[in-house]
């Protein structure tokens, strides 16, 4: 199991946002977090990449990290093997494409420049993308500039993809695009959780479903999942 949680609380401050929080995702699953604004979805994905502490009952592991017992010098390590994708993207955009690549290429102890410039051009070319190498980011489309976004999630071969709201701005073909993308990672076993408000998706795209609501999270799968069927 990559991510284990077992009756834990996510909270910011002295504030409970999720109570008995029970989320299991394995290898190879797309799990899709939905619930209104505020209701603790982007907070349970920052406990998992450790931005916020969890709380101290239950149980908590990732990718065989206790979350309990981590400590500050272990984040950047476990940070390695996960890929963070944003809604605003968060692209430096004093650099070029290539540039942003290798800065977190550079910041996870990729040493040698010529290897480097290997995985950015692997990463470009499984988004699509290689022709916009040495542009800038404001001279990308919001949907080219959240494909590069996914494209550095991907430069250390994460095992897990946690995406927050990837397709948030972005116009209903464009985000098609960008669910398909995340969808053909996830066949070669990379787990993607991604937290969305377009519930069309969850037909055209079906996953795994949890939503968060009045302080609990729960698995609702079957009510997106079920077959349609056509009258005779």
């Not at 989320?23 to 990449?49: N, R």
């Not at 290997?118 to 988004?127: C, T």
Request: net charge neutral.
């Amino acid at each position: 199991m990559l991510i284990e949680l077992n009756h834990v609380n996510v909270s910011i401050a002295d504030k409970h946002l999720l109570n008995d929080v029970c989320f299991h995702v394995d290898e190879g699953e797309f799990v899709y977090l939905t619930g209104h604004v505020g209701s603790g979805k982007s907070s349970l994905l920052k406990t998992l990449y450790g931005e916020l502490p969890v709380g101290a009952s239950g149980e908590a592991h990732i990718l065989g990290y206790d979350l309990h017992q981590l400590k500050r010098k272990h984040i950047p390590a476990l940070r390695k093997h996960l890929g963070i994708v944003f809604q605003d993207f968060q692209l430096l955009s004093d650099r070029t494409i290539s540039a942003n690549l290798d800065f977190v290429l550079r910041a996870t102890g990729w040493r040698k420049k010529q290897i480097r410039q290997q995985r950015i051009n692997e990463v470009l070319e499984e988004v699509g993308l290689t022709d916009k190498m040495e542009s800038y980011p404001h001279q990308l489309s919001g949907g080219e500039q959240q494909r590069i976004a996914i494209a550095r999630a991907l430069l250390n071969t994460p095992k897990i993809i946690l995406a927050d709201e990837p397709t948030g701005n972005l116009d209903r073909d464009t985000s098609s695009k960008i669910i398909e993308l995340l969808k053909r990672v996830c066949e070669r076993g990379t787990a993607v959780v991604m937290i969305t408000h377009n519930l069309n998706l969850l037909q055209q795209y079906p996953g795994i479903v949890y939503r968060c609501e009045n302080g609990c999270i729960a698995e609702i799968t079957k009510e997106y999942n079920t077959p349609i069927t056509l009258d005779q």
